[in-house]
């Protein structure tokens, strides 16, 4: 009596060496739809088993197949295929997918989003493990082979592929929950946070050279990673993707807010509401430099190299080993400029091929194209023995109140608005000074509120001092993510040209910062809402 095995697969690599062994070896190979059209295109002999597409109404026929599949919970090797029509090779794939939410409301529909023929199959098979033989992964194919064909399958093998297969089937179940969870309105935390990230490639190393380290992916279309492409550079590591995805986080808010007009409901020291209008910078080319998941510069400029020169003005002798992420296409100018800054990596929507061509010259900078914005679902650390999970901070803020007599200018209200931005990169406690709609000063992950005022003034100082500021000094501005307590090294401010702050508020000493800014003509506002980020 030939052996069965089951082939159903959606991803085809290796599967012509998988069946041309079975055949060899006196197999039956029972296949339907895609599947066997390629294994005929490859003039593989299989019995067409129709009970196997998922488009075919739940029939006798699918529960006589999980009965061959199920039937013999014998050794693999003793006395295995004496039962009649018994399935001892079950190699079936499916691709966990993310669903409209219409589909699955869709009553008419008989390929409900839910599947229960394929993930029941390979999971009857994983039950089944003793007995048979279960391949969810093209990888394991080779393997296989030499087992087979040596009539050494272990047990041990077996049972690691229905590891694999179960963790296949719970990837499946993970992506048609989000599905349906990820497009309510309202956004809730279930009882059991399981997403199916899919291996895609070893990273070349963790954060430091000793540190194992692995790139997953959910594989979400709208996801910023399903739209990023590396075209020039060695293999990636841990932090060249940490630092890559913090700038482009802060892209995508300019793109989603920065760029376009917005408001917000606010209210003035006397206590009269009205509304703070921002002017879009939808002419505007915007830069964010990163290094070690910090910003260290950023600025709005009417192209690429001015932006990029605002942006490195900020601190240039940090700039060795950053991330550059552009809002802009990287055009033969602009990659001139970039060139003699020693940077790691670049993003932007695209390069042009004269561009390409002269970053080409340095082997080890990466280049990125990215093509889509952060989706923005969740957030998540890993502890040990846990997760800690988070809606992401993507808003800047919700309210304005202005506690001085002066109300902050059209200028210092748009910069505020950039300064918030970036600050949203920073590792608390942060803070920064704006300069032209451009970083001069930035203090990130300070351990005191005082202290990342006190550097941030100082290193602003030091640009000053340089020259790297802009001649129009229309908007000086202090932010900082969370409340800025009065003592000595605030009062810098006067002396360092501050026109107006931006706070949260809630410090003891919020009147006597309030009436030092009276005393020397600064707005100042409180939005009551913190940017804390560790």
């Not at 196997?52 to 050794?75: G, K, M, W, Y």
């Not at 889509?372 to 988070?390: N, Y």
């Not at 902050?408 to 910069?415: F, G, K, V, W, Y």
Request: proline letters at 3%.
């Amino acid at each position: 009596m030939k052996k069965r095995a089951i082939i159903y697969t959606e991803n085809m690599e290796q599967l012509p060496a998988l069946a041309e062994f079975l055949i060899c070896d006196d197999w039956e190979i029972v296949s339907a739809g895609e599947t066997a059209a390629y294994l005929n295109s490859k003039h593989i002999p299989i019995t067409e088993e129709k009970a196997l597409l998922s488009n075919t109404p739940a029939d006798d026929s699918f529960f006589r197949l999980l009965q061959q599949v199920t039937q013999n919970e014998s050794d693999f090797y003793h006395d295995s295929f004496s039962t009649k029509g018994a399935i001892r090779l079950v190699c079936v794939n499916v691709k966990p997918r993310y669903h409209p939410l219409t589909d699955f409301l869709e009553e008419s529909s008989s390929d409900n989003c839910i599947d229960f023929k394929h993930q029941t199959l390979i999971r009857c098979a994983a039950k089944n493990y003793k007995s048979v033989l279960i391949l969810t992964n093209p990888e394991d194919y080779s393997e296989a082979i030499i087992q087979l064909k040596t009539d050494s399958v272990t047990k041990d093998f077996r049972l690691d592929l229905a590891g694999k297969a179960l963790n296949l089937c719970s990837a499946c179940d993970a992506a048609s929950s989000l599905s349906i969870s990820m497009q309510k309105k309202r956004i809730e935390f279930p009882n059991y946070f399981v997403v199916p990230y899919q291996k895609q490639r070893k990273l070349l190393h963790g954060t430091n050279p000793h540190q194992y380290a692995c790139l997953y992916t959910h594989n979400l279309d709208t996801s910023a990673l399903s739209g990023m492409k590396k075209i020039q550079g060695k293999e990636l590591d841990y932090c060249i993707i940490k630092n890559g995805f913090i700038a482009w986080n802060i892209m995508s808010l300019f793109f989603k807010i920065i760029k376009n007009p917005f408001e917000v409901e606010s209210m003035d020291s006397q206590g009269y509401p009205y509304t703070t209008q921002f002017t879009p910078a939808a002419g505007s080319v915007f830069t964010i430099a990163i290094k070690n998941e910090n910003p260290v510069g950023a600025a709005l400029g009417s192209n690429v190299c001015q932006s990029f020169a605002k942006t490195l003005n900020c601190s240039p002798d940090t700039f060795d080993g950053a991330t550059l992420a552009c809002s802009a296409v990287i055009d033969q100018d602009a990659a001139v400029s970039l060139s003699k800054a020693n940077l790691l990596t670049i993003i932007a929507p695209d390069f042009t091929k004269e561009a390409r061509e002269i970053l080409s010259e340095n082997t080890s900078l990466h280049l990125i194209v990215a093509s889509k914005m952060f989706s923005g679902f969740h957030e998540s650390v890993s502890i040990d023995g846990g997760l800690l999970v988070q809606t992401p901070d993507n808003t800047l803020f919700q309210k304005w109140k202005v506690v001085t007599n002066r109300r902050p200018t059209q200028a210092q209200t748009d910069a505020m608005a950039f300064g918030t931005m970036v600050i949203l990169a920073a590792k608390s406690d942060s803070a920064l000074v704006v300069n032209d709609s451009a970083t001069i000063g930035i203090s990130t992950g300070q351990t005191s509120r005082k202290r990342s005022i006190r550097f941030a003034f100082e290193d602003a100082e030091e640009c000053i001092k340089n020259g790297l500021t802009s001649g129009d000094t229309s908007a000086e501005i202090l932010v900082s993510d969370t409340s800025i307590p009065f003592d000595e090294g605030i009062q810098k401010a006067a002396d360092l040209g501050i026109k107006a702050i931006i706070q949260t508020g809630g410090s003891s000493s919020d009147q006597e910062l309030i009436d030092f800014c009276n005393n020397h003509d600064i707005s100042m506002v409180f939005t009551g809402m913190r940017h804390l980020a560790f």
